[in-house]
């Protein structure tokens, strides 16, 4: 077994100023084996990775590399090591092609020149090893997140990789990119390539994991082999307690609509029509590319429509102002969090209470202490992992500053939501008080329109479902009545 280990983590700590982002942490990997970190928002999966990437230099503890320790370790020795990060923001050039970034600062030479023959080729070689059927010339620019994915995969195998870091690979995946990925995953073990997989979504733990490493709060609360697990104690060691019922929303007593789109048609999409009463959570399902987020967009006014349109508690929106609507009482959270829903360079209380200070007091003057009191409610509700309020948002972990977002919107005192993923990227735990505050919000007359990938979360939560294809409304069904089967049907049948 000893020769078979490609490296160990052994007693890593690391600190950041007021927390401690690792502790003692024991961790190792073999060839052909998945490893799958998972653990709340700012548990120190990420930190762990960046160790290992040299990104960042551990406070305490060893980093062994085939049995060798690694005395300092920094981006350029680990990959001369053979180890490679795929982040979930993708580090392409788009206006170069393919090939060229995939060898990137590792150039092919024909004497001082770039053999950009040689690289086109070599590069379409690794592509249909790997099973990707895309001429290497064409431009990053030109190709779906998924398919950038993959060139990022290339081009650590172009590098001989020995170890391959996902972080959250799946989270902007279709289901088939989501199912390519896995193939070429499989395909990786053969050649014991050993990978650290981190994931929200723990489904995907029994689909392609070996073992699983559990981390809370900085600590390795446990590491196993995935066939003594199960779904519930993964999320009991996750979160630290047993979460009962996941989905604790209960029917209303609709009342008057409170969201119409009538018609709406734009570049993306066309006559769609949805309706939202008081009380209601209204799914919106279908695949990524169906225009859900694009009608969203164009509802609250951030997107200009060509035709139909919005009202809000009966009052008709004019388009393009997402001032106006706010006024109105809507607010949209958008899918794109980090570019568009929070302000980095601001802290984290500051950021949580932009949209809701005038909703506390019109005159528009909070007092401080009751501004802290909301903002530390709100950490509390939705487990926000920090050692201050005051903490800039930048310093945060990914999960951490998108639960920053809709504490937020849900702070907004908002009577029409549109929350475009709510829990994308989101732990277990947290996922379970945002469903409860939105079940709170529906149940004091609010009205949520919620665009979800996530079937069990749309099938869990939503009283009534539309389920959009190819930019049209194909289908509207009552979650009561509704299956996971007949939904993907439906989301199939206009692509
Ligand atoms: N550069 C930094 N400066 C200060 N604190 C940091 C820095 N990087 C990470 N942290 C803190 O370290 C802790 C661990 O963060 P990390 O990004 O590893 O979490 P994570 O498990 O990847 O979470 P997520 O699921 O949200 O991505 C968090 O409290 C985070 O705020
Ligand atoms: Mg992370």
Known sequence: MAENKLLEFRHISKSFPGVKALEDINVDLYKGEVHILVGENGAGKSTLMKVLSGAYEATTGELYVEGKKIEKNSPRISEELGISMIYQELNLVPELSIAS????GHELRKGPFVDTAAQEKRANEILSEIGVQIDSRTLVKHLSIGAQQMVEIAKALSRNAKVIVFDEPTSSLTD??????????RLLKKRSVGMFYISHRLEELFVIGDRVTVLRDGRQIKTDVISNMTMDSVIESIAGRKIENLFPHTRK????????????TGEKFSNVSMMVRAGEIVGVSGLVGA?????????????????????????????NSPARANRLGMCLLPEDRKVEGLALALSIRENIVISSLKAMNPSGIVGQKKEREVVQQSIRDLGIATSSMEKLAKFLSGGTQQKVVVAKWLLSQSKVFIFDEPTRGIDVGAKSSIYQLMDDLVGQGAAILMISSDLTEILGMSDRIYVMSG???????????????????MAFSNV
């Open 101 to 104: 970034n995939i060898y990137l």
């Open 253 to 264: 007593q609709a009342g008057e609509p409170m969201l119409e789109i009538c018609g709406l």
């Open 176 to 185: 088939s990119e989501i199912e390519e990925l896995f193939n070429i995953i």
């Open 471 to 489: 930019g049209s409304v194909v289908g509207e069904v009552d979650s009561a009545d509704a299956n996971q089967n007949d939904i993907l049907q």
């Open 291 to 319: 225009g859900r987020s694009e009608v969203a967009r164009a509802a609250f006014g951030v997107d200009p429509y060509t035709a139909g349109e919005v009202r809000v508690c009966g009052q008709r929106l004019p388009g």
